[in-house]
């Protein structure tokens, strides 16, 4: 089975790199979308919109912007990894999770046992919960069998 999976969250860890290549090695079938993860483009989307002289409305224009691709590839999607890291809040990671569960999209969480409590209603929603990229490999291994 061919799978169109979304990886959201997190962008300071190469855990993209991860699955992308442990899944190529498996042979699996699985096309792979993201955000824009460098982290000066993504700010700078709405640029192209007109200069600002308040970084609240650059800020604002841009992830307008960021969005049209972050919803349009969830709704394409087959199903969604979404990791959390510990070193920085990743709002964008639960906003993520929740359009997922809203769409009725399924999703796999990743992120360490340290972030239980604070993602108990995320993790709660999710189809499954991993801590490593080698488990979300193994899962989508099985799934795309």
């Given at each position: 089975?061919?799978?169109?999976?979304?990886?959201?969250?997190?962008?300071?860890?190469?855990?993209?790199?991860?699955?992308?290549?442990?899944?190529?090695?498996?042979?699996?079938?699985?096309?792979?979308?993201?955000?824009?993860t460098d982290h000066?483009?993504?700010?700078?989307?709405?640029?192209?919109?007109?200069?600002?002289?308040?970084?609240f409305w650059r800020?604002?224009?841009?992830?307008?912007?960021?969005?049209?691709?972050?919803?349009?590839?969830?709704?394409?999607?087959?199903?969604?990894?979404?990791?959390?890291?510990?070193?920085?809040?990743?709002?964008?990671?639960?906003?993520?999770?929740?359009?997922?569960?809203?769409?009725?999209?399924?999703?796999?969480?990743?992120?360490?046992?340290?972030?239980?409590?604070?993602?108990?209603?995320?993790?709660?929603?999710?189809?499954?919960?991993?801590?490593?990229?080698?488990?979300?490999?193994?899962?989508?291994?099985?799934?795309?069998?």
């Amino acid at each position: 089975m061919k799978y169109v999976v979304y990886l959201s969250g997190e962008i300071h860890s190469d855990w993209r790199e991860q699955i992308i290549q442990g899944c190529a090695r498996k042979g699996l079938d699985i096309q792979f979308t993201s955000a824009i993860t460098d982290h000066e483009s993504s700010d700078a989307a709405g640029d192209g919109l007109g200069a600002e002289t308040s970084s609240f409305w650059r800020d604002h224009k841009s992830a307008k912007v960021n969005a049209i691709r972050t919803q349009t590839a969830i709704k394409n999607c087959d199903l969604a990894v979404i990791r959390f890291g510990a070193k920085y809040k990743q709002w964008n990671a639960a906003f993520d999770a929740g359009y997922c569960a809203a769409l009725g999209k399924p999703y796999i969480t990743l992120h360490d046992e340290d972030l239980i409590h604070a993602l108990k209603e995320v993790d709660g929603a999710a189809q499954s919960w991993a801590t490593t990229p080698d488990q979300v490999i193994e899962l989508l291994a099985y799934l795309a069998a």
